[in-house]
């Protein structure tokens, strides 16, 4: 047993050591088994599960930022080539409109040359047809006059 | 004798009176068996209402139980190391409960008022039996932690930075229960009788503000009792290159 006495008295003091020691040890150990049981492994267990969530929910929106940064960046890729390519097709049909509108200017000029030439030519021939018939007419008459002068004598 | 008939007579308080209890020819002190289970017996009850529906949005209580649990495991997290942590953390968690609920148990119930045939009661940990009994289980720990960890090479550690710390090392291992379990038992006796006395000579205020320094003396004892615990155990696992 374990019963000694600091101060020499057979019982009681505040150094009376007795069975009390041994049996207050096995009920600290079964203490620490029955809070084992209640309290550190299910309180572990949720927030250890909890941690896990949160730490792998921030993983995940790491991960999520970082396609969206790349999806960003892709896009603006595209947009600024979208925008190159638009710039070049729009020159590019600038330019074609500006041939387009040469060519069909020419075109008219030299239709409205061509038809101003006929014109004036056939204005001509129509001068020259006139100015014949007029001279022939002319003829008709001094020829008429004549003959009645000569049928008159 | 005489000292202890004086210790028994100062300002009327009973102090090393026990309540024995004989149970064959085995002899125990009743009141701190007493008053542990009705303090871990609270405790449990508090423990598993808080446990009783865990949720993951923690309320009420299970805040205050996990606010608990991570407090214990940084403790003991900080003092064992990542490795070897999470196998001491019950038993570090309870040497921390068991002493911070004896020790406030102690200082906020009125015992006085329950009357008993010898003795009184009071806080657990201001009777040697327990400090003792706790202070072992550490030092039983902490050989285990370090053999079970490292094997003979556990003993390493005693010639560690030289040989010459040999017999400081093995000293080491008798002055650290015994300081364990005379800071503990010393701090909470202590308290008891400031209060005690002061009560007795000033039955009004004065001795408030002794008592809630005995708070704050109780609470910081249950924390060096278990960062201690833990240390020595961190210290037995601890790899030496």
Avoid at chain 2, 33 to 48: D, E, M, N, R
Avoid at chain 2, 98 to 118: D, E, M, Q, T, Y
Avoid at chain 2, 211 to 235: K, P, V
């Amino acid at each position: 047993m374990l019963a000694f006495n600091f101060f020499g008295a057979t019982e009681g003091g505040l150094f009376d050591i007795n069975a009390t020691l041994p049996l207050m040890a096995l009920q600290v150990v079964a203490l620490t088994y029955i809070l084992n049981s209640l309290f550190f492994k299910p309180v572990g267990n949720v927030v250890e599960k909890r941690e896990k969530f949160v730490s792998n929910n921030i993983i995940e929106a790491k991960n999520k930022l970082s396609e969206v940064k790349k999806l960003e960046a892709d896009l603006l890729t595209q947009l600024q080539s979208a925008r190159t390519e638009a710039q070049r097709i729009v020159s590019e049909a600038e330019d074609e409109s500006d041939k387009l509108y040469k060519e069909a200017l020419e075109l008219a000029n030299n239709e409205a040359n061509a038809s101003k030439e006929k014109a004036r030519l056939e204005i001509e021939s129509q001068t020259s047809a006139a100015r014949d018939q007029l001279s022939k007419q002319a003829d008709d008459l001094s020829e008429l006059i004549v003959n009645r002068l000569i049928l008159e004598k | 004798m005489f000292f202890n008939s004086l210790l028994t007579n100062f300002a009327a308080l009973e102090v090393g009176q026990h309540l024995y209890w004989q149970i064959g020819n085995i002899r125990l002190h009743g009141q701190v068996f007493l008053t542990s289970w009705i303090l871990l017996g609270a405790l449990l009850v508090f423990i598993s209402l808080g446990t009783k529906k865990m949720e993951n949005d923690p309320k009420g209580l299970q805040n205050l139980l996990e606010f608990l649990w991570d407090y214990i495991r940084d403790l003991a997290r900080t003092q064992i190391g990542e490795k070897v942590y999470r196998d001491w953390m019950p038993f570090i968690g309870t040497l921390f409960l068991f002493v911070f609920v004896s020790n406030w148990g102690g200082a906020l119930i009125p015992w006085r008022l329950i009357k008993l045939p010898s003795g009184e009661l009071g806080a657990p940990t201001a009777d040697i039996n327990t400090t003792i009994a706790l202070a072992l289980l550490v030092s039983l720990s902490y050989f285990y932690a370090g053999l079970s960890n490292k094997g003979w090479r556990y003993f390493e550690y005693y010639v560690h930075p030289t040989p010459i710390m040999l017999p400081f090392k093995i000293l080491e291992d008798f002055t650290k229960p015994l300081s364990l379990s005379f800071r503990l038992f010393g701090n909470i006796l202590a308290d008891e009788l400031v209060v005690g006395v002061l009560v007795f000579l000033v039955p009004l205020i004065l001795p408030i503000p002794v008592m809630f320094l005995g708070l704050f003396t109780s609470a910081i004892q249950a924390l060096i009792f278990a960062t201690l615990a833990a240390y020595y155990i961190g210290e037995a696992v601890e790899e030496h290159h």
